[in-house]
Each structure stands twice: as C-alpha cells, then as structure tokens.
C-alpha cells in the first residue's frame, strides 16, 4: 500500500480478494482514524507499524533531441 499498489496488486501477493484487502484497509483506516489510503501509510510509517519503501532512484538523463547549432567548429592549436 505504501507502494502505491491497488487492492488487486496487493491481493495477488497475499493471496486475498481485492475486496478483503479493501475491508482491511478500511479497517486499518477506520482504527488510525484517517480518511485516505495516503494518510494510512503515512500514518503506518511515522508510528514505525511499517517501514518505508526505499526511494526509486532518479530517472536517466535523456540525452537532448535538439538540432546542433550553426556554430563553426572550435579550432585547436
């Protein structure tokens, strides 16, 4: 959850419905007294009940697409 996951990503991996996983949100949710998914996990990491996921690493530079300029070309001695 604190990935992002959906309630049938999360289902698959522990074997549930993605309504059980819902009803257990909601119960999470309800217990925590917050009103979003996004409060619960930040919740659930700030009391330590779970730990953080590690930060995706920042994306490759893309190397850029524009045309080379008309400069005439640098002379070297």
């Known amino acids: 959850m604190v990935e ?3 309630n049938r990503e999360i ?3 522990l074997v549930l ?3 059980t ?3 257990h949100l909601a119960s999470a ?3 925590m007294k917050v009103s979003s998914r996004t409060a619960l996990a930040v919740q659930a990491v700030e ?3 779970i730990e953080a996921p590690h930060p995706m ?3 490759p530079q893309v ?3 524009q045309a080379p300029s008309n400069q005439a070309p640098s002379t070297q001695a």
């Open 29 to 31: 949710m309800r217990k």
């Open 21 to 23: 996983v819902a009803r």
């Open 4 to 6: 992002g996951r959906t």
């Open 17 to 19: 419905s993605p309504k």
């Open 11 to 13: 289902g698959d991996v």
């Open 63 to 65: 190397p850029s697409t």
């Open 57 to 59: 690493p920042p994306s």
């Open 47 to 49: 009391s330590g009940a």
